[in-house]
């Protein structure tokens, strides 16, 4: 086996590794789909009818809010996962056994990646069955599924860094909890103009709200151009930094 050949191989073994463990968990699906799809029934059925957004049916609004909570709900299992494999031995077996050291992280982040699409996808199917009628072209499709993988590979790094640094499998679950939480107070539910002060200067400016701005106004067939160059920025700059400290805390620790 070449040297170029070997860390793919490594990481696809990973891979398949990682993904048999999360279909054997299913704490993982549930957090991941059935949680956001559940909050979804919960805002456009029983709360929707109690929120102005611009004319528009709620479900349309909200889905968007709703694919970023799913991206967010299901990276406390990534963070605990990658934790576990450092502070319980299996990362020694790995350094026996020769396995390309990038091979670790690089599976954790592509099985994310291919969870976190499912779950996508599972929000925006029932999202139609919910009434949902976007406006985009295929284009725009095309671009909304480029900021939300994007989106989904930064903040999957950053995850990954929580999870190497922290203690133990519980502290890194844990560390993974105000990134589950910011999606609510971004213009995930509500527009960040109908907020308090204090609150809605900071669901402006927070990382999030570009990300669902953008693909809100992608979905609509009128895409916003400062929020999705405000998007791209921080995806690019969050995955940068994720991947800069995991790296560094991997180093480190083996």
């Not at 968990?25 to 929120?51: H, K, Q, R, S, T």
Request: hydrophobic content about 55%; proline content about 6%.
């Amino acid at each position: 086996m070449s040297t170029l050949t070997a860390p793919l191989t490594d990481a696809a073994i990973m891979l398949r590794r990682n993904v048999k463990h999360t279909m054997r968990n299913p704490v993982i699906w549930f957090n991941a789909i059935l949680m956001p799809i559940v909050m979804m029934f919960m805002f456009v059925y029983v709360l929707g009818d109690g929120f102005s957004v611009g004319g528009g049916a709620y479900v349309d609004y909200a889905t968007p809010g709703m694919v970023m909570l799913a991206i967010c709900y299901g990276m406390g299992a990534t963070a605990t996962a990658v934790n576990s494999d450092m502070t319980k031995g299996i990362i020694n077996r790995f350094r026996v056994m020769d396995v390309s050291r990038g091979a670790v992280l690089t599976g954790h982040v592509v099985s994310t990646l291919v969870r976190t699409v499912v779950s996508m996808v599972a929000i925006v199917g029932v999202a139609f069955l919910m009434g949902f009628s976007p406006a985009a072209t295929f284009p725009q499709w095309l671009a909304v599924a480029g900021i939300l993988v994007l989106a989904v590979f930064a903040v999957t790094w950053l995850t990954i860094a929580f999870g190497l640094a922290a203690k133990t499998p519980e502290s890194a679950g844990f560390a993974a909890v105000p990134l589950i939480m910011l999606p609510f107070f971004s213009s995930a539910i509500v527009p960040a103009d109908k907020m308090g002060p204090g609150i809605r200067q900071f669901a402006e400016y927070q990382p999030f709200t570009p990300i669902i701005e953008s693909v809100r106004g992608l979905f609509t067939g009128i895409p916003s151009t400062g929020h999705i160059i405000a998007a791209l920025a921080w995806s690019v700059g969050i995955a940068v930094v994720g991947y800069v400290w995991a790296r560094a805390k991997f180093t480190k620790r083996v």
